[in-house]
């Protein structure tokens, strides 16, 4: 069972005994189900909370009701003669850990997550049940739960959307993805999170929100409304020069015009300014569901200015052509440009 394996490595790791590879093997589970953050955040808290000063007696208890409820073969260890159970001479140790880690997988379960995926040329719009809505872009994915309990309400992203969060002072709200947290109480903003782009960035419309880093916890950034926050997910990345996120503005598509380029989709406009041919054709692939092939390298260091909301993949790629000079030529579901 991946849960006992679970358990176990998480024993390892707060006993200082786990190796490198298992340690890699616990990361790969953390993102292969993000239910288990709950899990380990609460293992901590409550960790910490043990060292100063508990009740050992109700430990002991808890552990042994515990033990009672659950099947045998979570724990992965080999008991000893039945005449002494193993645990009690190990309570202060290992079995203490054991007992947080299960405890926290069994009492803070969290209702099993929907996932909602947009192939690429498509969008959508999802209602989650506190009210919040979500436009979810192409290319992307959107993990939450039927109903929030607990706390916080969490939802996980890979790719890019935009969310007009419920008010709940009590709860607040968390995108998760694989570079960074961002927490809020209710406000609007759009997140971007592609893995293979250069970038992510949360661009913030209305209200405040606080994003914090994956890779480091402790850094955490407040936006205000038309700031965004863009950090690097490749180490070849320009903002990677001094390994630090970078806060700017949004970006309009003209001064006069109130477009914010970074939330156009939502309007289905695909808008771009002074914009490279490589990186505007990795957002046509995801909007025109293609695939974009340069036979000349250099034609990708041309920039582009423009907005295209109901032209076909052939217009937009003609209208490109009156700014800039290359020829192209479409191959099923593929676009070469030469």
Known sequence: MQTDRFIWLLTRKLSGEISAEEKEELETMLLADPTLFKAQETLIRYWHNSHKGGDEKA????????????????????????????????LSTAAALVLCTAAALWMLKEPKLTSEYNTRGTRSLIKLADGTTVWLNADSELKYPARFSGNRREVYLKGEAYFDVAKDA?????????KMDVNVLGTSFN????????????????????????ADPGKKFRLKPAEKLIIANKKDSVNQLHNQPVISGATYFTPEDSAIIETAWVDNKLIFSDESFANLAIRMERWYNVTIQFENTAIQQL????????ETLTQAL???QLTEGFNYKLVEDRVIIY
């Open 59 to 90: 430990t002991r208890n808890a552990f042994d009701k515990l033990v009672s409820q659950m099947d045998e073969t979570m724990w992965p260890v080999v008991k000893p003669a039945p005449v002494k159970r193993w645990w009690i001479p190990l």
């Open 170 to 178: 009590e709860r607040p709200f968390v995108v998760h993805t694989d």
């Open 191 to 214: 997140v971007r999170s592609y893995p293979d782009d250069s970038t992510s960035e949360a661009t913030l419309i209305s209200g405040e929100v606080e994003v914090a880093l994956v």
């Open 303 to 310: 920039r582009f200015t423009g907005l295209f909301k109901k």
């Open 318 to 320: 003609e209208a490109l």
